[in-house]
């Protein structure tokens, strides 16, 4: 059986990517009390959370304070419990909070099928935040997705300190 949080309050819903650029692994953290799970996942993934709270926060109002920048840094050890694949995002205008479903990513074999065995063993966690920790996840994901390699002005893909092979420059 696969790991299951259910998150009705968070301390903090963080995202982090520790290493020199080009070597970095982003992780997102959800704590609450002793309580604390890491999540390994790809910068594009970061990128995608906080571009679409950022929709669902357009709609309600502006959030009147932010966690401390303290509260938003990673907490050690940070193991990861999965990597992440598919994720939900909802709102519940009951509680005026930000609904985030996170679930370990599903191997398939190699004609493309999922495995059953290891969808039933998928972890999952689930977490409400207040808009303000929405709004401040979404700052600390922009920073840390722009803290990575510059990108090519001809190719957009990254370039490492000491450049990189363009396509577009044979």
């Known amino acids: 059986m696969g790991i299951y949080y259910d998150f009705d309050e968070v301390d903090a819903f963080t995202v982090a990517a520790p290493g020199p650029p080009g070597q970095r692994t982003f992780l997102?953290?959800?704590?609450?009390?002793?309580?604390?799970?890491?999540?390994?996942?790809?910068?594009?993934?970061?990128?995608?959370?906080?571009?679409?709270?950022?929709?669902?926060?357009?709609?309600?109002?502006?959030?009147?304070?932010?966690?401390?920048?303290?509260?938003?840094?990673?907490?050690?050890?940070?193991?990861?419990?999965?990597?992440?694949?598919?994720?939900?995002?909802?709102?519940?205008?009951?509680?005026?909070?930000?609904?985030?479903?996170?679930?370990?990513?599903?191997?398939?074999?190699?004609?493309?099928?999922v495995d059953t065995e290891d969808e039933a063993d998928r972890g999952t966690v689930r977490l409400f935040l207040t808009r303000s920790q929405a709004a401040a996840f979404c700052d600390q994901a922009d920073d840390v997705v722009a803290a990575g390699r510059p990108s090519c002005i001809f190719c957009s893909l990254p370039m490492d300190p000491g450049g990189h092979r363009c396509p577009r420059m044979n």
């Open 28 to 113: 997102l953290q959800v704590r609450r009390g002793t309580t604390r799970i890491t999540i390994k996942c790809e910068k594009q993934q970061a990128g995608a959370i906080a571009e679409y709270l950022r929709k669902v926060l357009s709609d309600a109002p502006d959030p009147t304070d932010r966690p401390l920048d303290a509260v938003m840094q990673l907490v050690e050890p940070a193991e990861p419990a999965f990597v992440l694949g598919p994720v939900g995002l909802g709102y519940d205008r009951e509680r005026d909070r930000v609904v985030l479903q996170l679930e370990e990513i599903v191997l398939t074999d190699e004609e493309g099928d």
